[in-house]
């Protein structure tokens, strides 16, 4: 089975503090993306990567950047954290394919105070 | 703009009866749809897809239905068991690899 791992299950940040969410899939997939997720409105897309030190911008990215340095990890970064960030932030990957599914960690909550 | 949407947003169904959850989707252009499990605390689980030049595809006690003609898509499930219980999202693939999803149905399972 495909795992995709988020470092953290829970975070809570200061206003203007600077965070890394962290995650790692182990099935060699080439895509990897990251979403948040607010209640009544879905998924959201942020930022995703094709490969390697590739990125494009999903939906939403103001306000967040990511790094991709190896084919396992996909960091996002929360530059200077505020309040409307609090949210359920979900990493995922998958094959890069087309009509590969994406396969999700189980989430990292981030609350910005 | 594109959007995937859901008609209702909870459904209640009695354990042992077939569940019926339903998706409207607006791009059609869209030429890949995924249907989601999310328990509480998880995140979304893959349970089946179809791609557009399909109109049903079956699982194991799943089935989905795609409606090209009014943009419809549905997730049956046979014998709705307690563990069925979850957010179900629909989700449409537009462009490349970037997936458009829908808000999610709440569907209670009642023993």
């Known amino acids: 089975d495909v795992k995709v791992t988020q470092s953290s299950r829970y975070l809570v940040k200061r206003t203007g503090e600077k965070v890394f969410l962290e995650c790692v899939q182990d099935?060699?997939?080439?895509?990897m993306f990251w979403y948040r997720q607010d209640p009544g409105l879905g998924l959201r897309l942020i930022y995703f990567s094709y490969d390697v030190k590739m990125k494009e911008k999903g939906d939403i990215p103001e306000g967040y950047s990511v790094s991709r340095e190896k084919k396992e990890r996909f960091s996002l970064i929360l530059e200077s954290a505020s309040t409307n960030q609090t949210s359920m932030y979900l990493c995922a990957s998958s094959l890069g394919q087309a009509n590969s599914p994406l396969h999700f960690g189980n989430g990292t909550r981030l609350t910005v105070t | 703009g594109e959007s995937v949407g859901l008609h209702l947003p909870t459904l209640s169904v009695q354990e042992g009866d077939n569940s019926i959850i339903n998706c409207a989707y607006s791009?059609?252009?869209?030429?890949?749809f995924i249907w989601y499990k999310q328990e509480s605390g998880k995140g979304p689980q893959f349970i089946i897809d179809?791609?557009?030049?399909?109109d049903k595809r079956q699982g194991q006690r799943v089935t989905v239905l795609l409606n090209k003609t009014v943009k419809h898509l549905s997730l049956q499930i046979a014998a709705t068991q307690p563990g069925d219980s979850a957010v179900y999202f629909c989700?449409?693939?537009?462009?490349?690899?970037?997936?458009?999803f829908g808000a999610g149905t709440i569907l209670r399972v009642k023993s």
């Open positions: 099935m060699d997939h080439e895509n």
């Open positions: 179809i791609r557009s030049n399909m």
């Open positions: 989700a449409e693939r537009t462009d490349g690899n970037k997936l458009v």
């Open positions: 791009n059609s252009a869209s030429d890949y």
